[in-house]
């Protein structure tokens, strides 16, 4: 079997030549275009950049100025809220009688009153003063005297109580 030798006819040597020289041009053309959209891209991603260093400095200096007013805020925090609750012993034990826990509660929280609106760094510097000033009351309700222990004390904007009662 015999190859016809195209390539010594100048009808095929031209067409031959054309597609290389056509192949060559049109890979120059898609080397210009490519070359042209990687410097677009390669422009875009540097202006990205410098923009995303701006927005990180903003940022950092938002946080800044947040952690300062966060501290300064919380120099000034004040108690605005206080919250007596009872152990789950002492609702048992006094579960017959709510009425009393209520009124226990009520006297507490009468006794904390004063400390409403001041700030929590004077309550926590003076806390077991305020503790001291709950278990160092007798509370006498329906001709009983009732004594609270103090078992936790949460202070925060809200100064929370965890009472045990016992009774004499």
């Given at each position: 079997m015999h190859v016809p030798p195209y390539y010594k006819k100048p009808e095929w040597q031209q067409f031959l030549a054309g597609a290389a020289i056509g192949a060559l041009l049109g890979w120059i053309v898609f080397l210009f275009i490519h070359g042209e959209t990687q410097d677009i891209q390669a422009?875009?991603?540097?202006?990205?950049?410098?923009?995303?260093?701006?927005?990180k400095q903003r940022i950092d200096v938002m946080e800044e100025d947040y952690r300062t007013l966060n501290e300064t805020n919380e120099k000034k925090l004040k108690i605005q809220q206080i919250k007596v609750e009872f152990t789950a012993e002492a609702k048992e034990k006094y579960r017959s009688s709510a009425?009393?826990?209520?009124?226990?509660?009520?006297?507490?929280?009468?006794?904390?009153?004063?400390?409403?609106?001041?700030?929590?760094?004077?309550?926590?510097?003076?806390?077991?003063?305020?503790?001291?000033?709950?278990?160092?009351?007798?509370?006498?309700?329906?001709?009983?005297?009732?004594?609270?222990?103090?078992?936790?004390?949460?202070?925060y904007k809200t100064l929370e109580l965890l009472l045990v009662v016992s009774h004499e």
């Open positions: 422009s875009k991603i540097n202006h990205q950049s410098a923009e995303i260093r701006h927005l009425h009393t826990l209520h009124l226990l509660r009520q006297a507490a929280e009468e006794e904390l009153h004063p400390l409403l609106t001041k700030n929590i760094e004077e309550v926590a510097a003076n806390r077991t003063y305020v503790i001291k000033a709950i278990e160092n009351k007798t509370y006498t309700i329906d001709q009983r005297s009732y004594h609270l222990e103090v078992k936790e004390m949460y202070l």
